[in-house]
């Protein structure tokens, strides 16, 4: 229900050929912050950014495994990231955490990250010539888990979507509220997001 496969794709710029160098199972994925230029903080464009980002090698530093070693030596390739098998139940973590170079320790960022209702995720299938085929696959949000204080000490709090009425609850400890859902999608506490694959 929560398995999750990431592959690392070795792909050369100039002859195009791909290599799956490795499958990586995860139950969630760690969204890192990142927004574009002038814009908010977003989990899409965080997932974006993970799963786009690109790591390119010069010549010779990772060859193409296809090409004969003469010329995969001249060759660059690039590496990145795709996700070859979709959950059922999604979990995104807000990567909040970030090193303090003053006492080389960890802090936690408190700061609003939009996250949408609905999502999109691309599951990549190989085909026998390497090209490949992104099936996008849709998600709606059902829970959020929120942190409230520092890294060292706080309280933790969810959102949760009841699955008849579809309206919103906020769970805090044995009190259990009524929320608006503009209120859960705009919380800079948010910690943890479960989504559920539409059919």
């Known amino acids: 229900m929560f398995e999750l496969n990431l592959q690392t794709v070795v792909k050369g710029r100039e002859c195009s050929h791909v290599d799956i160098c490795g499958t990586q199972l995860s139950f969630h994925l760690l969204v890192p912050l990142y927004k574009k230029k002038g814009n908010l903080y977003t989990v899409a464009s965080g997932l974006k950014k993970m799963l786009k980002k ?10 193409c495994r296809n090409c004969d070693k003469t010329k995969a030596l001249k060759r660059e390739t690039i590496k990145y990231l795709v996700v070859s098998k979709v959950p059922e139940i999604l979990i995104l973590q807000i990567g909040r955490t970030e090193n303090t ?25 190989w085909e026998v010539d390497g ?14 888990v929120l942190h409230s204080g520092n890294i060292d000490c706080g309280h933790y709090y969810c959102y949760v979507m009841h699955r ?36």
């Open 54 to 63: 690109s790591e390119p090698f010069r010549s010779g530093e990772l060859p």
């Open 101 to 125: 170079e003053t006492y080389n320790s960890l802090r936690k960022r408190n700061i609003l990250v939009r996250y949408q209702h609905t999502l999109k995720i691309d599951e990549v299938e």
């Open 131 to 144: 090209s490949k085929k992104a099936v996008q696959h849709s998600y709606k949000l059902y829970g959020v």
């Open 164 to 199: 008849i009425t579809l309206k919103w609850f906020k769970c805090n400890d044995s009190l259990v509220t009524p929320i608006e859902e503009k209120n859960v999608l705009n919380s800079p506490n948010a910690y943890l997001l479960f989504y559920e694959k539409n059919p």
